[in-house]
C-alpha cells in the first residue's frame, strides 16, 4: 500500500476543511421545514388523500430508489449512486415512471381500468425554475390506467377540478394537447427534425425564436405564418373552432375532435392551450394545468401516457409546496396548546379538541417560562382547565 506522507496529508486536510461546507449548511435546492408548515402540508395531504380514496383511487407506496435506466425521462436530471455490488442506482425523479413498473410487476392483468394514488418525494439533481429552484420536494397525485377515451380524461379533469375545490384553491383547467402542434407542422410538410427544432419556440410562445427558425430553415411564408398562428390558440371553446380550420390531415383532425369530446363529458368551464408542445412524445394525448392567484407556475399539472408495453394511462400531480404556498392564509388556526400537568389532563384535553403537552418536571417556574416561551396559555390537571398564570393547584376555568 503506497504512504502518504505526513506534509501531504495535512495539506489534504488543509483543503478538505477549506471545501467541507458549515455544519449548519444545507445543500442548494433543499429546505427545513419548521412545525407550522409541516402542519399545514399534511393537512392538506390527508384531504387530498381522503378525496382520491372516495373516487376508488387505491394508496401505493414506491421505492425512492431505482435502478437507474438512461431511457428513464429525468435520466440526466437524477441523483445517482452506485451500491455495494456495483449497481448504478437513482433517487426517484418522478412518479409516472415508478407507478408503470409497479403496475407490470404487481397488476400485470388489472383488472382495468385500474386508480391508484400516491404521495412522496422527488429528488432531482439539477434545479429548475419549475419547480422554485427546489431539487427536493413534495407530491400527491393519481393515475387511472388501462383506459384510453374521452369519458376517462374528463373523470381526471373533473378529479383535478374536486381536488382543487377540496382544499379552497380557485383555478381554471388549461387542456393541452402536444400532437396538435406536431401534427399541423407534419401537414405542413416539415421534416421531424425540423419539428422537433420548433417544439420549444412554439410552446415558449417566442415570436422571435420561430422566425429565426424558419430564416434558418428557409421555410416559405405561409409556413412560417402557421407558426405563429399556433402560438396564438389560446382561449375558450373558440379556439377548437380556429384548431379545426388549421387541421388539415387525419392526426390534426383526431386531436381536435377528441378535445371537443372531452370538454362535453366535462362540461364545465375550461381554457384550450394548443399551442402547447414541450415534451410532445412523453404526453400521447391531452395534457391539463392549473394555475393559482398569485403563482405563475402550475399548481397541478397531468396529462394522458403510455407505457412501455403500449398500457394507457393518464394522471396529474400536485406539488404540495406550491400548494401550501398558495394557502398558508387560508388554511384553518392549530387548535390551541395547553400544558397538562398529569396523563388525566392530557387525556380530556385532547378529548375536548386540545393539543395537550405533557408536563416534564413539577417545577412550576420552569413549566411557566416554557409556556411563555410557546405562548401556551392554559393548563390542565384532571378535568380541569386554568389559565397558566394561575396557581396549579387552582380549580377548574
Not at 418525494?121 to 397525485?141: A, C, H, I, M, P
Not at 387525556?347 to 417560562?369: I, K, P, S, V
Amino acid at each position: 500500500m503506497r504512504r502518504v506522507s505526513a506534509p501531504v496529508r495535512a495539506a489534504q486536510n488543509r483543503t478538505a476543511s477549506r471545501s467541507a461546507p458549515a455544519s449548519s449548511a444545507i445543500p442548494e435546492g433543499t429546505r427545513d421545514v419548521l412545525p407550522p408548515e409541516w402542519a399545514q402540508r399534511e393537512h392538506l395531504r390527508a384531504r387530498l388523500s381522503a378525496l382520491f380514496r372516495g373516487w376508488g383511487y387505491r394508496g401505493v407506496e414506491l421505492p425512492s430508489l431505482e435502478y437507474a435506466d438512461p431511457s428513464h425521462p429525468q435520466d440526466r436530471r437524477a441523483f445517482k449512486l452506485i451500491d455495494s455490488g456495483g449497481q448504478v442506482l437513482a433517487l426517484r425523479s418522478e412518479f409516472t415512471t415508478a407507478i408503470g413498473r409497479l403496475v407490470r410487476l404487481r397488476f400485470p392483468q388489472g383488472p382495468f381500468p385500474l386508480r391508484l394514488q400516491y404521495s412522496g418525494r422527488l429528488w432531482l439533481r439539477t434545479q429548475t425554475s419549475e419547480l422554485g429552484r427546489l431539487r427536493e420536494f413534495n407530491q400527491v397525485g393519481v393515475e387511472l390506467l388501462g383506459v384510453d377515451t374521452p369519458q376517462s380524461d374528463a373523470e381526471l379533469l373533473h378529479l383535478a377540478a374536486a381536488a382543487l375545490s377540496e382544499v379552497g384553491v380557485s383555478a381554471q383547467l388549461e387542456l393541452g394537447f402536444p400532437g396538435f402542434v406536431d401534427a399541423v407542422l407534419e401537414d405542413a410538410g416539415l421534416p421531424e427534425d425540423a419539428r422537433d427544432a420548433l417544439h420549444d419556440a412554439i410552446d415558449r410562445k417566442s415570436g422571435a425564436d420561430l422566425d429565426l427558425l424558419a430564416t434558418q430553415a428557409a421555410l416559405a411564408p405561409e409556413i412560417t405564418r402557421t407558426l405563429h398562428d399556433l402560438t396564438d390558440l389560446y382561449g375558450g371553446p373558440e379556439v377548437l373552432d380556429d384548431a379545426a380550420r388549421m387541421a388539415r390531415g387525419a392526426r390534426a383532425q383526431a386531436a381536435v375532435a377528441h378535445l371537443r369530446a372531452v370538454a362535453a363529458h366535462y362540461g364545465g368551464p375550461l381554457l384550450f392551450d394548443l399551442g402547447v408542445s414541450r415534451r410532445y412524445g412523453y404526453y400521447t394525448g391531452v395534457t391539463f394545468r392549473a394555475y393559482a392567484d398569485g403563482l405563475n407556475q402550475p399548481v397541478l399539472g397531468g396529462g394522458r401516457y403510455a407505457l412501455e408495453d403500449g398500457l394507457p394511462g393518464a394522471g396529474f400531480a400536485i406539488g404540495l409546496e406550491r400548494l401550501t404556498g398558495v394557502l398558508a392564509p387560508l388554511l384553518p388556526p392549530e387548535p390551541e396548546v395547553v400544558l397538562a400537568l398529569d396523563l388525566e389532563g392530557a387525556l380530556a384535553a385532547r378529548a375536548a379538541g386540545f393539543t395537550a403537552e405533557l408536563a416534564w418536571t413539577a417545577d412550576q417556574a420552569e413549566l411557566r417560562a416554557f409556556c411563555a416561551a410557546r405562548g401556551i396559555r392554559r393548563w390542565a390537571r384532571g378535568t380541569d382547565l386554568f389559565e397558566a398564570s394561575a396557581p396549579a393547584s387552582g380549580s377548574g376555568a
